[in-house]
């Protein structure tokens, strides 16, 4: 079973923030978060990952709660091409599955 | 360009048939994974291999196979015991060296495989 749960489906404003939740209270403390996006036919992109401090790259930040039992991406200005299925996944450096649920369907409305 | 290249993208199986996925990637990557996904679903892992000449069965290894006879190719084959292979199947890879980007994996644009 996937150790993550997140919203089926959200809409944002293009030029918006868009923020997504994840909840995953079951993350041990070896257990990183990481973040995956899927447009539609195409193979998943990485977005970002972390551990427990915030992160933030080119393409999104990463908020983790104090207690990491969730944490939230978010996609700055978000843009049309941002329109795709957002994955948010727990596992652990010595894991080498990646356990995968249905994701997040953003949709960026013009 | 590094990368993971996939073909074919779209393959069409009789029924009864034998069918084999490509996947070759030049990262230079020891693991490499192949994943089953059906419409409106999260990925399900099939096999995985970590390294040269060893692999290891996924969630839902049935009806599939797969070799590791070089680094950088890990071809998998729809068997016809896999009685609903219709699907979208995507090849991933990852390099077990720790690097900044933490063992991200990193995956092809996927096959469509459709019985007809």
């Known amino acids: 079973d996937a150790k993550t749960t997140q919203p089926p489906s959200m809409d944002c404003a293009e030029g918006r923030a868009a923020n997504l939740p994840c909840n995953h209270s079951?993350?041990?403390?070896?257990?990183?978060v990481y973040w995956y996006r899927q447009i539609h036919s195409q193979g998943p992109q990485y977005i970002i990952h972390?551990?427990?401090?915030?992160e933030t790259n080119e393409m999104a930040s990463l908020i983790i709660t104090e207690d990491r039992k969730s944490s939230t991406l978010i996609l700055p200005h978000a843009t049309l091409r941002d329109t795709a299925v957002y994955y948010c996944?727990?596992?652990?450096?010595?894991?080498?599955?990646?356990?995968w649920g249905a994701g997040t369907k953003l949709i960026i409305k013009p | 360009d590094g990368g993971i290249t996939q073909s074919p993208k779209y393959l069409f199986r009789k029924e009864g048939q034998n069918v084999t996925l490509s996947c070759e990637q030049n990262?230079?990557?020891?693991?490499m994974y192949w994943y089953r996904q059906d419409p409106g679903q999260g990925l399900r892992l099939i096999y995985y291999?970590?390294?040269?000449?060893?692999?290891q069965k996924g969630d839902i290894a049935e009806g599939y196979s797969v070799s590791r006879e070089k680094k950088e190719s890990f071809p998998l084959t729809v068997t016809s015991a896999q009685k609903n292979p219709t699907a979208f199947y995507l090849c991933?890879?990852?390099?077990?060296?720790?690097?900044?980007?933490?063992?991200?994996?990193?995956f092809g644009e996927g096959s469509w495989l459709t019985v007809v």
């Open positions: 996944i727990v596992r652990g450096r010595s894991n080498y599955q990646l356990i």
């Open positions: 079951t993350i041990s403390g070896n257990e990183y």
């Open positions: 291999s970590q390294i040269v000449n060893d692999f």
């Open positions: 990262l230079n990557h020891d693991a």
């Open positions: 991933a890879s990852r390099d077990r060296n720790h690097d900044r980007a933490g063992n991200t994996i990193y």
């Open positions: 972390g551990l427990k401090n915030n």
